[in-house]
């Protein structure tokens, strides 16, 4: 069926046949297969032998598509892979057991994508809302469907990301305050901006101490400076000044 170029078009194509889509599930190439498994023209029994690959990645395409069924959605999610327990739980289709569970699973991202979840149950956004983790709480933030008194509650979380979340979200009431535009504008670059910052002015200074009379342990001093303070700033994200909505 040609090059390998053009199997991926193919498999990538949502107007291939089902009849071409099923002969592409088994190429021999892991990406024809992975396009497939995106594809969401594939009929379900494919996406069912697909969702048993050996390759990661056409496991994690077979579970971010919502036609995969859901007993192949249910297997995935318990995958020893993040990425594909990942894709799981951001699928619409991962039905509201599934994305229970999914809601406990150790690993930050997993329940950051549950969070995220348009179809993800009232009562677990709500327990995500008092999650440890300040990222799956901005994530729940945003979430249309996270109940009111969840999103009253994470608007006067003690993480600007959190609060600034919340404020986004369509349902925010009018009273809900928000950062100010250049704290909210700080926050949103300066934080994962701050460390890498940090490592090239402190590489800088240590290349100029060592080529003149200044110790050494002055330009690591500094960038150790540099990179407590973006540590700090990155956890913290500042202060908003407080406002109400217009």
Same mark, same amino acid.
């Given at each position: 069926m040609g090059g390998v170029w053009e199997r991926i078009h193919a498999a990538a194509d949502a107007s291939t046949s089902p009849e071409v889509l099923t002969q592409l599930a088994q190429d021999a190439d892991a990406s024809v297969r992975g396009w497939v498994a995106s594809n969401p023209q594939t009929p379900p029994t494919v996406l069912t032998a697909l969702a048993k690959d050996q390759s990661v990645d056409v496991l994690s395409k077979a579970a971010d598509n919502p036609h995969t069924p859901a007993a192949e959605l249910t297997q995935l999610a318990h995958h020893a892979d993040r990425r594909v327990r990942i894709c799981v739980s951001r699928?619409? $289709? %991962? /039905?509201? %057991?599934?994305? =229970?569970?999914? %809601?406990? #699973? $150790? #690993? !930050?991202?997993?329940?950051?994508? +549950? &969070?995220?979840?348009? $179809? =993800?149950? /009232? #009562? +677990?956004? @709500?327990t995500l809302a008092a999650d440890r983790n300040k990222y799956v709480r901005s994530a729940v933030a945003k979430n249309p469907n996270l109940p009111s008194v969840a999103l009253a509650s994470l608007a006067s979380d003690s993480r600007t990301w959190v609060? &600034?979340? &919340?404020?986004? *979200?369509? *349902?925010?009431?009018? *009273? +809900? +305050?928000?950062?100010?535009?250049? =704290? @909210?504008? %700080? !926050?949103?670059? &300066? /934080?994962?901006?701050?460390?890498? $910052?940090a490592v090239v002015i402190g590489y800088i200074v240590s290349l100029l101490t060592s080529s003149t009379s200044i110790p050494l342990w002055v330009g690591f001093g500094v960038f150790f400076f540099l990179l407590a303070v973006a540590l700090v700033w990155d956890e913290f994200g500042g202060e908003p000044h407080r406002r109400r909505r217009a």
């Open positions: 699928n619409r $289709a %991962a /039905g509201p %057991a599934l994305l =229970t569970e999914l %809601a406990r #699973d $150790a #690993d !930050m991202p997993i329940r950051s994508a +549950v &969070a995220n979840n348009p $179809a =993800t149950p /009232g #009562d +677990v956004l @709500h609060r &600034a979340a &919340a404020y986004e *979200n369509p *349902n925010a009431e009018q *009273n +809900v +305050v928000p950062p100010a535009r250049s =704290t @909210h504008r %700080a !926050m949103r670059y &300066a /934080g994962p901006l701050a460390i890498p $910052a």
